[in-house]
Every structure is written in structure tokens, then in C-alpha cells.
């Protein structure tokens, strides 16, 4: 085991290696560069630079280096915790980008647990009960949950909540303890702030992996090993969630190293829509400056989500599957 | 429950002389509906089975052998339903006859049976173990349900069933996981599962299909010992006649959802009534035949299962078709003249043919339409 996960922790480190050139090689790519943006910036304000000024900018930061001492540049100052610098808003990448970060991975990871939590009972619920009402009900649901977009439900649970509900939409908090240090009341506050966007993040993947559940649980039950267990005089909810449930959970498990950059790229949106503190809005923003330290950043961010969701993919399949730790 | 020493006589008869059937089934009916049309998989199905023997079930697929076995069981699939008939039950010669099919599915007495009083096993024994639990551990898990709550006993009863069925290093055994055991071992691990709790039945639905011919003799010798040792009656589910010939007391042949023939295994092979079982009977090869020499095949298929055959089942491929009586009239089950172990469905045989006044087409209440076999 420990063989295993050493070999799987060298090649994480070799993929990210590889998905940092490339990402910042596309970077890159564009003309001009976020001190272009910048400058135009200076320039409208009626500010008025010298051919040598601009240089001297240039020249400081380094716009005229081919990519590839860039690009060692930028990995160099990874390891000393140095993320680059951002013109847009003329602060260091790190500093800026750590609180929203960990809005995100909260956001993400409860969105993640909730779909879990969700999808397997109902999908569960909905083999068991094949062809019947709830079922159907379930299954629409579904479908639903899959075609509608993340903007048009963030924006009708908006409405609906703050209409209905009387809740305060928008942002994870409330005005009087936004700026207030960490308190209960203000983990409270979250609460009541979260369950909004999870449901909006979460919505998507929840569908489908219900009915990746439910798929896989119907062929599971049909095995011969299903028909042992009930032979042997289980109860038939021993049967479903002791023997059936977990030879169907594989897939659910494999499509853990998607689902949590899938999250994060669902954050995106509905943290616009919903005026959240994440570093999705940030990173749209950063593209659209050409502001690359911070884009490539976020861009690592879920690169190395990705990765260490793969990792852990492997080894739930593994604890779960005793066939998969042979290799 | 289940006490392998009230069985060890392999006592056929109760003390008052009559036959001590375990498992009666009576007019067994079970109908698939599906959504392309109803299959009547049985269609009054009629056998007992004697404390302590062996009763071989034999036909082609498609005939309800499988179904039969489950039905036993209450394990019939959806869309399948037992729709009719009796399946008296007595765990011991002396002990009240219990009509299973009046236990619900799900109720606790039925699954007190299953795993307990009747094990199973099945065709495939690449699946028919969990891939993701220890051998032992399923083993165990039976054993937990029906016979101690201590875990350690019944993982060490676990161990000891292994070493029964002639595991090699039966502690080795339990701790290792299904994907790690050939075939034969996998089945090995199915009989000791079926028979963990010392069951007075064992179904074994065409145990030995999936082996090769080696480990099939293995397997087969294995399941006679065990037989004789702790007395429990088996159901063998089978379309080899070779294995019926080797394992069985006495045999059912089964052709579309009816039984055509019970008598013993002696009678099948020596003195074949039903023109099915003869043609089956003829349809192996043998040793001493000649080179070049065709092999008696059956003519034609089984019917589609969608349709009803009108009369007796088997007369579109029969050699000794009646035209007239065997395509409007179904035979009824009828002893053979002299015997009382012996009975056949067929109009050859006096008795068969039901009175005139009697004479309906088909089973009550199906639409005779032509079998759209050849």
C-alpha cells in the first residue's frame, strides 16, 4: 500500500509539472501583457509615461524574456512561496488570492459532501423501486437537475429565498460580521449564508451521480452474488447496502478526481451570480486583464485539485474494492 | 434448527410406512409477465422430494428447471410470480408440514429457512461469491445469521466448513478474497456456504456447468460425500445426463414448464417411457459408436416461450405424434403399469389420456394458439 501511494504521489508531481508548462505556455501565448493593460491603464488616467519609463517597467519585470526564463522564473519563486505579483490590483498573488481560496475549498468540498449524501440514498431508493412513482418522480428530478443552468438557479433560489424565505441572499455574510473576527456567531452566520450556493454548486453533479447510482445499483442487483446473499436468508436491506451498494459505488468513485475542479469551475458561476467572497469572480477577472501570475495560480489551484482528487479516487477504490490493490 | 443427526438415517419412510417427502411441490404455477407477453415458465409443476436422496432435475434450458429450484426458495425474480400450487415443506419426519408459499417473501420465518434449512448454490461460481468481502466472511455471515451470535465461532465454524469441502489450507482460504480462488475452489467455497448451517436441503442449480471435466469429478465426488455424511437431501439441477447418472436417487425430466417423467435414475436409463427422455437418452454420445455415425439430435427448438403449444407440449418435435389426440389434448400424469415409483405425461401410455368429458385443450384458461415452432 504505501508502494502504491509513493508511486502515486511521483506521478502527481510529474502531471503537475507538465500541466505548469503548458498552462503557462498558453498564458503566454496572447500578445501584449498584463503590463500592456496596465499601461493603458496609466495612460487614461492622463498620466503620461516616457518611452523610458515604459522600458524601465519593462525591463523590471521582465516582459521581453523568452517564456522559458519566465517560466523558471515563476517556478523558482513557487518554492519559495512566491506566487508573482498581480498589476491589476498591485498586490503579491498569495496574499490576495489565500482567504478566497479557502472560501472556494469550503464551498467545494461541502457541495461535494452534499452530493454524496444525497445521491446515493436517492439513487438507491430509486433501483430499489424500479418503474414506480417515486422513481419516476426521481428520475425527472434528475433530469432537470442536469439541463438547468447554474446562473438561472442561483438566480431563482435567490429570489425564492429572499421573497419567501425572508433570508439574506448574496455574499457569506451578513453585513455586521463581515469585517468581525471568527466567532460562533459568525460560523452561524456562514451556515445560514452557505446552504444557498451549495445547492446551486451542487445541483448538477448531485443529478448525475444519482443516476449514475441508480444505473449501476440495477446492474449490480441482477448479479449472481446478490441472489447468494439473499439466499442465505439476509434481510434485503442487508442485501442492497451490505453486498449490492458497494460493488456499485466504483464509478461514483472514480468521478471523485472530476467532480472537485467540476465544483470549483460551478463555483465560478454561481459565485458571480451570488456576489460570493471565492476565488472563482477573481480568476474571470484575472483573464480578462491578462493579470497571468493570478491566473496561473488559480489555474495550478485546480490543476493540483484535480490530482489529489484522482489520488484520492484511488485510493477509496482501493479500500473498497479489494481487485484494485493487487496492481 | 437444522440437526444433521435427525437425518443421518436417510430414512425414506416415516414410521407408519408411508414415503417422508421433505419438500411436496404441488401444481406449481409461475408466469413471467413482461412487457412483450406473459411466459409461463411453470405450468403446474408436481414432485416430491424424499428425506436424504438425491432427485435429479433434468432439461433443456428453458424448460423451469431454474425457476423450480428459486421457487423453492420464494427467490423468483420480477417480473416472475408464483401464481399457484403448493410447496409443502417438513424440517423434520415427525415436525408440522408448512406450506411455504403461504410465508411472505420478506417475513422472517421464510428467511429462517433460506441459508438455514434450505442452501443453494449456483451455476456460476465466478459470481456467485462477493468480490469485495472475504471468503470467510460471507461464510461467517450465514453462520451469524441462523446459528451463533458469537463472531469468532462462527468465523472458526467458517474455517472448519472450508476444510469439509477439501480446501487446502482452509485458514489461508477465508482470509483470502473470491478473485484469488480458481473456479472449482470458488465452488468449493459455494457448497461450504450452502451447507455452513448443515441445511436438509440443498438446491444446486447446475453446480458444475462452469468447470472443466476434472474439476466437475472433483466437485461431484465431493458433493456425494458430503450427501452421505450429513444426510441432506439435494436438489440437482442439471441438463447432463452423465451427472444424473452418477449422482441421483431419482429424476424429474422437465420439458416446458411440466415434469414428463419421474421415476429412478435405474428406470430413466434402462427403461425410458416419455419420447422425450428417450430422444435425450439418445442424443449423447457414447463410446463404441461408430465413426461417421450421426448423432440423434431432437428435431426442432423449444418454442418460443411467448407462445402456448396446444395438447402436449413436446408433439411439434415428437417421433411418435398422434396427429388428432396429441396436438388438441394435454396428457395427464399417469403411473406406469406395475410401478409406483414411475410416472410419465404422454398418450402412449394408458391412463395418460384423460377422459372424453375431460378433454380441454390446453391448460385451463390459456388461449391455445399454434406454436410457432416448426
Known amino acids: 500500500m504505501v508502494n502504491f501511494i509513493a508511486r502515486r504521489l511521483i506521478a502527481m508531481v510529474i502531471t503537475l509539472l507538465f500541466i505548469s508548462i503548458i498552462a503557462f505556455f498558453l498564458i503566454e501565448l496572447p500578445p501584449g501583457s498584463a503590463l500592456d493593460a496596465e499601461l493603458l491603464r496609466l495612460r487614461s488616467r492622463g498620466g503620461n509615461l516616457s518611452l523610458s519609463q515604459v522600458r524601465e517597467l519593462e525591463e523590471r519585470f521582465g516582459v521581453h524574456d523568452p517564456w522559458q526564463e519566465k517560466y523558471f522564473k515563476w517556478v523558482g519563486g513557487l518554492f519559495r512561496g512566491d506566487f508573482g505579483y498581480s498589476f491589476r490590483y498591485s498586490r503579491e498573488v498569495g496574499p490576495l488570492i489565500a482567504g478566497r481560496l479557502g472560501f472556494s475549498l469550503l464551498l467545494a468540498g461541502t457541495s461535494l459532501l452534499f452530493a454524496w449524501l444525497v445521491s446515493i440514498p436517492l439513487g438507491v431508493y430509486s433501483a430499489t423501486h424500479r418503474n414506480t412513482i417515486p422513481d419516476y418522480i426521481i428520475t425527472t428530478i434528475q433530469f432537470v437537475g442536469v439541463a438547468v443552468p447554474e446562473f438561472l438557479l442561483a438566480l431563482v433560489l435567490m429570489v425564492f429565498a429572499a421573497r419567501f424565505l425572508g433570508a439574506d441572499v448574496g455574499g457569506l455574510f451578513s453585513r455586521q460580521y463581515e469585517a468581525a473576527p471568527w466567532s460562533w456567531g459568525k460560523v452561524w452566520d456562514l451556515m445560514k449564508h452557505l446552504w444557498l450556493p451549495v445547492i446551486v454548486v451542487s445541483a448538477g453533479s448531485t443529478a448525475w451521480l444519482t443516476r449514475v447510482m441508480r444505473a449501476n445499483l440495477l446492474d449490480v442487483l441482477n448479479a449472481q452474488y446478490v441472489q447468494t446473499a439473499r439466499a442465505k436468508g439476509l434481510k434485503e436491506n442487508a442485501v442492497v447496502w451490505k453486498h449490492a451498494v458497494r460493488n456499485a459505488l466504483h464509478p461514483l468513485i472514480m468521478t471523485l478526481g472530476g467532480v472537485l475542479p467540476a465544483l470549483i469551475g460551478g463555483e465560478v458561476i454561481a459565485s458571480i451570480v451570488l456576489n460570493l467572497p471565492t476565488a472563482g469572480p477573481l480568476f474571470i477577472e484575472a483573464l480578462r486583464n491578462q493579470d497571468m501570475y493570478l491566473a496561473i495560480t488559480f489555474l495550478m489551484f485546480t490543476s493540483v485539485l484535480l490530482v489529489i482528487g484522482n489520488l484520492l479516487a484511488d485510493l477509496l477504490l482501493a479500500w473498497v474494492d479489494p481487485r484494485v490493490r493487487l496492481e | ?374
Not at chain 2, 485458514?171 to 441445511?199: D, F, K, T, W
Open chain 2, 1 to 374: 434448527m437444522a440437526d444433521p443427526v435427525a437425518n443421518t438415517g436417510s430414512t425414506a419412510t416415516t414410521p407408519d410406512g408411508g414415503v417422508d417427502n421433505l419438500i411436496q411441490v404441488e401444481n406449481l404455477e409461475v408466469r413471467f409477465y413482461t412487457q412483450v407477453g406473459v411466459v409461463r415458465a411453470l405450468n403446474g409443476v408436481d414432485f416430491n422430494i424424499p428425506r436424504g436422496q438425491v432427485l435429479g432435475v433434468v432439461g433443456e434450458s428453458g424448460s423451469g428447471k431454474s425457476i423450480t429450484g428459486l421457487s423453492i426458495m420464494q427467490l423468483v425474480p420480477r417480473p416472475g410470480r408464483v401464481e399457484g400450487g403448493r410447496i409443502l415443506y417438513k424440517d423434520k419426519p415427525d415436525s408440522k408440514t408448512i406450506n411455504i408459499l403461504d410465508l411472505g417473501r420478506q417475513s422472517d420465518e421464510m428467511r429462517a429457512i433460506r441459508g438455514d434449512d434450505i442452501g443453494m448454490i449456483f451455476q456460476e461460481p465466478m459470481t456467485s461469491l462477493n468480490p469485495v468481502f472475504k471468503v470467510g466472511a460471507q461464510i461467517q455471515e450465514a453462520i451469524l445469521l441462523h446459528q451463533t451470535p458469537n463472531k469468532q465461532e462462527a468465523w472458526d465454524r467458517a474455517v472448519d466448513i472450508l476444510d469439509k469441502v477439501g480446501m487446502p489450507n482452509a485458514r489461508r482460504v477465508a482470509n483470502s478474497y473470491p478473485h484469488e480462488l480458481s473456479g472449482g475452489m470458488r465452488q468449493r467455497a459455494m457448497i461450504a456456504m450452502a451447507l455452513s448451517c448443515s441445511p436438509n436441503l440443498l438446491i444446486a442449480d447446475e453446480p458444475t456447468t462452469a468447470l472443466d471435466v476434472t474439476t466437475e469429478a472433483q466437485i461431484l465426488s465431493l458433493m456425494r460425500d458430503l450427501q452421505s455424511e450429513i444426510g441432506t437431501s439435494i436438489m440437482f439441477i442439471t441438463h447432463n445426463m452423465g451427472v444424473v447418472a452418477q449422482m441421483c436417487d431419482e429424476v424429474a425430466v422437465m420439458y416446458l414448464g411440466r415434469i414428463v417423467e419421474r421415476a429412478t435414475v435405474d428406470d430413466i436409463f434402462y427403461d425410458p417411457k416419455h419420447p422425450y427422455t428417450i430422444s435425450l437418452l439418445r442424443s449423447i454420445p457414447r463410446l463404441g459408436q461408430k465413426r461417421g455415425q450421426r448423432l440423434e439430435v431432437i428435431k426442432g427448438g423449444v418454442p418460443d416461450p411467448y407462445s402456448t403449444v396446444t395438447g402436449c407440449p413436446f408433439h411439434p418435435r415428437c417421433p411418435s405424434f398422434m396427429p388428432g389426440l396429441c396436438d388438441t389434448v394435454l396428457p395427464i400424469e399417469a403411473f406406469i403399469e406395475g410401478k409406483t415409483n414411475h410416472t410419465v405425461r404422454c398418450h402412449l401410455y394408458p391412463g395418460c389420456t384423460p377422459d372424453s368429458d375431460q378433454a380441454v385443450t390446453g391448460v385451463s384458461g390459456t388461449i391455445p394458439t399454434t406454436s410457432k415452432a416448426q
